[in-house]
């Protein structure tokens, strides 16, 4: 607890020199403790390897929180979490006792959703997976009240002792979000250029899309998605749960859409489209504009919302927001709208704000860090093109993009596997170190010029109005590309 924790504290406790060092001592004296107790599985131990999962998560130690997380559902196999009995009696100990199997079960199950992707990172838990029923409503959780919850694929008559039906909550719908995630994950890592066409009611995009909007129709009232309603969560200190479970279908939606982005300045191969594709391409820029803006209006909500706030939110909404204010830095250098169209004004406002955001919440997650430091390198690379046209990108660069866009973990080590001596991301570590070296004092802002604002002082972005040699070009190209095949916990963040 105090390693996730002390990440929001106003300031570090005495004898350290960052949140982030303590934080970290205190993951490193907790994996001492349970690690040699590793093959004596109890619900508190898989508690706290699912707490050091979410720890190096958000510290950008991406293997490291898939082996715990593999740890904790090995645990939870052995004590037969994912089995439960069924709810038959009223004793108010034993339905708690019981919940907080199912949520921890749960947990793991959302985790292993929300991680999986890439080469290398298969789901271990599928729905069919989970033989227990939904958490319940947090009230009903805390007052110890017996009640029947549906699996997550709907209610089953069991002929058991008939108890009054429980209301699903944020955390329950939050599962079932995560599982339809899972599954886009996964058509997202694979590639399919000879599927079935998207727009076709028979393609898994369709399919998909399907179960989204059935689960977005499945929701009550009160928890579906309205800033009024962010409001109101927030009130109740749910916001910060709300937003989790609507970033999880936005991610979604966002994940589909953008495997169909026209390629970077490829304009005379997009000519020759034929009718259905290009209006498919049309129809996916505008619906991924829209949802990837909606996130960035939930942010400028959230931040008027106070510390209090901001310091409970998750990896997830970074990676969410961080996703958001990439794809529309893709449009706003490569526009599908007309020129003079309010939006592009309106996105260049929400890339520094989200960027602003990014900036703030690396001081508790250092991952934030290099989605920061990636978009950065991303405005460099698209202004290149720009600038030089076709030029810029060899015919193999763009049809790396290409294969960036399209098929998700192609390009990047895995996190799961060991990176090969003298890999890309050395490579790029060390071009990143040249492009610092030589850029001026002055250009250390963010494009004043080319996004014509004055940013905060201690905005950072670099300005692009430089020579780009290859070997910086490579790297930006590199970061653009890790973009385009960037899952949550893809990136180690060295030094930690």
Not at 51 to 55: A, D, E, N, P, V
Not at 431 to 450: D, F, G, Q, T, V
């Given at each position: 607890m105090l390693a996730i924790t002390v990440r929001f504290s106003q300031k570090p406790p005495e004898g350290f020199s960052s949140q982030i060092q303590t934080s970290n001592y205190f993951a490193a004296h907790t994996r001492s403790l349970i690690l040699p107790s590793i093959d004596e599985p109890s619900l508190q131990r898989i508690q706290v390897l699912l707490?050091?999962?979410?720890?190096s998560w958000g510290s950008g130690e991406g293997r490291r929180a898939w082996v715990y997380l593999g740890m904790a559902v090995r645990m939870a196999q052995i004590m037969g979490l994912f089995e439960d009995a069924p709810v038959t009696s009223p004793d108010t100990q034993d339905f708690i006792h019981g919940e907080e199997r199912r949520r921890t079960a749960w947990t793991c199950f959302l985790m292993d959703s929300l991680l999986s992707g890439g080469k290398g990172r298969e789901r271990l838990l599928s729905a069919d997976s989970m033989q227990i029923q939904l958490p319940c409503d947090t009230s009903n959780f805390i007052f110890g009240e017996s009640v029947l919850c549906p699996f997550i694929e709907g209610f089953r008559s069991d002929g058991t002792v008939k108890l009054p039906r429980g209301n699903l909550g944020i955390v329950a719908y939050s599962m079932r979000v995560a599982d339809v995630w899972g599954a886009v994950a996964k058509w997202s890592c694979s590639s399919h250029p000879n599927n079935t066409p998207p727009w076709q009611a028979e393609s898994e995009l369709q399919r998909l899309l399907v179960r989204l909007n059935a689960w977005r129709d499945s929701l009550p009232p009160r928890l579906r998605y309205d800033l009024s309603l962010l409001h109101a969560h927030s009130v109740q200190n749910q916001g910060q749960a709300y937003c989790y479970m609507h970033c999880i279908y936005f991610m979604s939606v966002i994940f589909l859409y953008r495997s169909y982005l026209p390629e970077l300045e490829m304009h005379e191969e997009t000519e020759h489209e034929n009718g259905d594709r290009k209006q498919w391409t049309e129809f996916s820029c505008r619906e991924l504009a829209k949802v990837a803006d909606q996130v960035c209006e939930m942010l400028q909500d959230i931040r008027g919302f106070g510390f209090f706030f901001l310091r409970g939110l998750v990896p997830w909404i970074g990676f969410t927001i961080y996703t958001a204010i990439g794809t529309l830095l893709y449009f706003w250098h490569f526009?599908?709208?007309?020129?003079?169209?309010?939006?592009?004004?309106?996105?260049r406002q929400r890339i520094i704000d989200g960027c602003v955001f990014l900036k703030d919440m690396r001081q508790a997650w250092p991952m934030a860090d290099t989605w920061r430091e990636t978009i950065k390198a991303m405005h460099i690379f698209y202004s290149n093109v720009k600038a030089k046209g076709n030029q810029a990108m060899s015919p193999s660069a763009r049809r790396e993009m290409r294969n960036a866009i399209i098929d998700y973990g192609a390009l990047q080590p895995s996190p799961v596997q060991p990176a090969d001596s003298g890999s890309e991301e050395?490579?790029?570590?060390?071009?990143?170190?040249?492009?610092?070296?030589?850029?001026?004092?002055?250009?250390?802002?963010?494009?004043?010029?080319?996004?014509?604002v004055v940013p905060p002082a201690d905005y950072d972005l670099f300005d692009t109005h430089f020579d780009i040699d290859s070997a910086m070009q490579a790297s930006f190209a590199d970061a653009t590309q890790g973009f385009w095949e960037g899952f949550p916990g893809n990136v180690e963040v060295s030094g930690w």
């Open positions: 707490m050091l999962t979410g720890h526009p599908h709208v007309s020129e003079g169209d309010p939006q592009i004004e309106s996105w050395d490579a790029m570590m060390n071009s990143n170190e040249l492009a610092a070296s030589e850029i001026s004092p002055n250009e250390s802002e963010l494009i004043s010029h080319e996004f014509g």
